[in-house]
């Protein structure tokens, strides 16, 4: 009666213990903030780190030198944030930022703001380009789409619900959305002519686009996630999960557009290679010492050279790895 109970525990630890013994370790651990925070973007090359801290604004780190650069205030309440998503330039020319009802745009190079917009609806999600061309995906189901130089905003109204996702080309032509309604829409973003359509079986969680704007992702609650080209609208490979269900925190196209670098919100960090949707890698964030969280949300990853992954999660630590 006693030794079945044994053995299944035995069994158990063992399994336990070659599940962890897989995960590489981090080479390398860096505490940007012990506050707590709502989103953060690393840019392409890793050098800058966007994090929205729940009581000392946004703040700008030169991941290089492991210095703040910048420290921005959206709102009018003082040493808070309410600020709940981040994007960086792919030029890392410009950041934005969206709290529920507005958006801010600023310059990286000097920490100064191009401008403050109010929304028309809840903001659920930013992207924006490198000519500052930026996006905001909106819960009434339409997209803004505003070009700070030439003063232009449009509203593009693809979706029939709310809009979690938004994504944009390097060059600020292309956009790519997704919503509650499982539509992926890829549209001019100057115009809103609408260039392709897909569609997945339930809600959107995650779109992303090249910066060439000659591959679209997205994918869905159910673990749905599709690769396609561009400008024929043919898919590419859908990623090999083998999961009932699986959400992405955050996705970006890595190693000249031959890999898919993507996040979750329980921890794991995923590398794919985009021609057969395989999984290559895995890694798995850590917990701050003596947090209250059990969990932790990877809210951005980036590949600075082949094989050299690195991420910024709601823990408050970038992280580095090896493939």
């Not at 707590?36 to 290089?64: F, K, M, P, R």
């Not at 020319?93 to 401008?115: F, K």
């Not at 693809?158 to 790519?176: P, R, T």
């Not at 395989?278 to 990853?301: C, D, E, I, M, P």
């Amino acid at each position: 009666m006693i030794r079945v109970p044994m053995l299944l525990f035995w069994s158990t630890f063992v399994l336990t213990g070659l599940l962890t013994a897989c995960q590489p370790p981090a080479t390398k651990v860096q505490v940007i903030t012990t506050d707590a925070s709502y989103s953060a973007s690393l840019s392409n090359d890793a050098s800058i780190a966007l994090v929205s801290t729940a009581h000392n604004g946004v703040q700008v780190w030169d991941l290089t030198t492991s210095t703040l650069s910048y420290q921005w205030l959206q709102g009018q309440q003082k040493n808070t944030s309410n600020v709940i998503e981040t994007a960086i330039s792919a030029n890392n020319l410009y950041a934005a930022t969206i709290s529920s009802h507005s958006l801010a745009i600023w310059r990286l190079t000097d920490g100064s703001s191009v401008g403050w917009w109010s929304l028309p609806s809840y903001a659920q999600s930013v992207a924006i380009a490198n000519t500052g061309q930026t996006l905001v995906g909106l819960v009434d189901g339409s997209v803004m789409s505003l070009s700070p130089e030439k003063a232009r905003l449009i509203q593009f109204l693809g979706h029939q619900e709310k809009v979690n996702s938004v994504s944009i080309s390097a060059d600020g032509n292309k956009a790519l959305s997704g919503g509650n309604d499982g539509k992926v829409l890829l549209w001019q973003a100057q115009t809103g002519q609408p260039i392709q359509q897909w569609q997945l079986t339930s809600r959107i969680t995650k779109v992303v686009i090249n910066d060439s704007g000659t591959l679209s992702f997205a994918s869905d609650i159910t673990g749905n996630a599709t690769l396609w080209q561009s400008g024929t609208g043919k898919p590419i490979s859908h990623l090999d999960i083998n999961r009932r269900q699986m959400t992405f925190s955050t996705a970006r196209f890595v190693n000249h557009d031959q890999q898919l670098l993507t996040g979750t919100p329980s921890r794991e960090i995923f590398l794919w290679q985009i021609n057969s949707g395989k999984r290559l890698s895995r890694w798995q964030v850590q917990l701050s010492k003596n947090t209250q969280n059990k969990g932790a949300v990877v809210y951005s990853a980036a590949m600075i050279a082949p094989g050299s992954i690195v991420s910024i999660s709601s823990q408050g630590l970038v992280e580095y790895w090896q493939h």
